[in-house]
């Protein structure tokens, strides 16, 4: 199994563009999240998703949107790309009802530079 | 609402020396706790978890943590810490009551094992 995985590595925007970040999971768990990291303030949340077709937004979800149209996929969309969202994103998932509940499980990060 | 507190942003400690890290948290309702481990340039890892029962937890690597409620603590231990220890550590909490399984990440504290 590939658990999580998150497209591209890393990314370079000019002000005022816009992308995806993709992630996806083979664990079939319902929970996913989006995080950003930045040096010395921890993991904030930006979005999550309990399952296909629901969303909702965490702490600081300005200038992103997400969608889950799948169990497997979470994409995280940036229109206008800004230089304060310059930081570490990371999906994450959590599974329900089993050994493993309440872990979470994350991606290897995507570095996003906004210039 | 929830908060979780690490005050120790950095922790230089030698090898085989023993080692706390600490994390309180604030929360008006039970709570699961976390203590996770990110290496350099990598997503986090699971290194234990409190969800209930005896309130020493052992975790992967050595690492083990004591809840304390009426301290609202949970801090992280090792009795002889290793090179390869050295990474960030971040302490996590979820509310236990909520379902939401949404998580609260403290900021972290950089742990440098010297030689």
């Known amino acids: 199994n590939a658990g999580v995985t998150q497209t591209p590595k890393f990314r370079i925007l000019k002000i005022g563009q816009s992308m995806t970040l993709q992630c996806a999971q083979d664990?079939?768990?319902?929970?996913m999240y989006w995080y950003r990291q930045d040096p010395g303030m921890g993991l904030k949340l930006i979005y999550y998703?309990?399952?296909?077709?629901?969303?909702d937004k965490g702490e600081v979800p300005n200038g992103y949107n997400v969608s889950r149209s799948t169990t497997e996929d979470f994409p995280l969309r940036l229109e206008l790309a800004a230089p304060s969202q310059t930081s570490v994103y990371f999906c994450a998932t959590t599974g329900t009802g089993d050994s493993n509940s309440y872990e979470q499980y994350f991606g290897p990060g995507t570095r996003l530079t906004v210039t | 609402a929830q908060s979780v507190t690490q005050l120790d942003s950095q922790v230089p400690v030698f090898e085989e020396a023993p080692v706390e890290l600490r994390c309180n948290y604030s929360?008006?309702?039970?709570?699961?706790l976390f203590w996770y481990v990110q290496y350099p340039n990598q997503g986090l890892q699971l290194l234990l978890k409190y969800l209930s029962g005896s309130t020493l937890v052992k975790g992967i690597n050595g690492f083990e943590a004591e809840f304390n409620k009426s301290q609202t603590s949970f801090h992280l231990r090792k009795p002889s810490v290793h090179i390869s220890d050295t990474a960030e550590y971040f302490c996590a909490v979820s509310e236990s009551t909520s379902g939401t399984y949404k998580y609260i990440f403290g900021t972290g504290t950089r742990l440098k094992v010297l030689a």
């Open positions: 929360s008006s309702v039970s709570v699961y």
């Open positions: 998703s309990v399952g296909a077709g629901i969303t």
């Open positions: 664990m079939n768990h319902n929970y």
